[in-house]
């Protein structure tokens, strides 16, 4: 049993526990750069439907997909160095750090591939052939026509994938990583206030996931300006049909029975 209620001691955690924020949002924007990376280079074989490079990019993308973070942690701190060493490769000195970040890229890459693909199958095929009937190379059209509207859809869905990569990070402790996670767990262990620990590590993660969450959906209005309706155009489009409203009730009152005279 962990020693008895004391509130005070949350705020005394902010600070220990914010000395350690930099070290998670390392793990964050790492794996997020490396997941960047490893998506297109699914993705691509995906939308192309390279036929060997199609089949392998499925199974990568199931097996991050369909297994837990916890265990690919696992199999590559354990397990990848010992497969090095049958090509001659040592890398049991190499950080704790450069594996997790590793990890988390390739399960983040996994979850973005679909993302692009779905994003980029999502745009309208006839704008790709109207680009292609007004001379524009295919380099072109994807980035003048496909890319910006790819972009505006799978921004919602980066952001999902954001904050779960920011919450999932907790894990990162179980390899001696000493993050938010890992911090809170020794500050219990020494004080046994395993709970005011906790809350505190749960409000400083609410805080930084609303911080990702406004400042994504701020890209996220950017990219879809171009959709958003013009206000003075409405207004414009207001006060014409009105007018016109106006006078097709002239024109029916200056007849007899609604009938021209």
């Known amino acids: 049993m962990g020693a008895p209620f004391d509130y005070t001691y949350i705020f005394g955690y902010f600070p220990k526990l914010l000395s350690t924020l930099g070290m998670t949002l390392l793990i964050v924007a790492g794996s997020l750069l490396a997941g960047i990376v490893v998506s297109f280079l699914i993705a691509l074989p995906r939308l192309y439907r390279i036929p060997v490079l199609n089949g392998l990019a499925r199974v990568y993308v199931s097996f991050f997909r369909g297994t837990p973070i916890l265990i ?93 990569l920011l919450k999932d990070t907790s894990l990162a402790f179980t390899l001696g990583v000493m993050e938010m996670t890992g911090k809170a767990e020794t500050l219990g262990a020494l004080t046994q206030h395993f709970v005011e620990a906790y809350i505190s590590l749960s409000l400083i993660y609410l805080a930084v996931s609303l911080t990702l969450e406004k400042l994504l959906r701020i890209a996220e209005r950017r990219l879809l300006r171009h959709e958003q309706p013009d206000p003075a155009g409405q207004r414009r489009f207001r006060l014409q049909r009105k007018r016109g409203y106006r006078g097709l009730i002239a024109g029916i009152g200056s007849g007899k029975g609604g009938a021209e005279a």
């Open 72 to 164: 690919q942690l696992f199999l590559f701190y354990y397990g990848l160095p010992e497969m090095l060493k049958l090509v001659h490769i040592d890398m049991s000195k190499a950080p704790v750090l450069v594996f997790v970040i590793l990890t988390y890229g390739l399960h983040t890459g996994a979850f973005m591939s679909e993302t692009i693909r779905a994003s980029v199958t999502a745009v309208d095929r006839g704008q790709v052939e109207a680009a292609y009937a007004i001379g524009m190379k295919g380099y072109q059209a994807f980035s003048r026509i496909v890319l910006p509207q790819a972009l505006a859809i799978a921004v919602p869905v980066f952001s999902n994938l954001v904050i779960a």
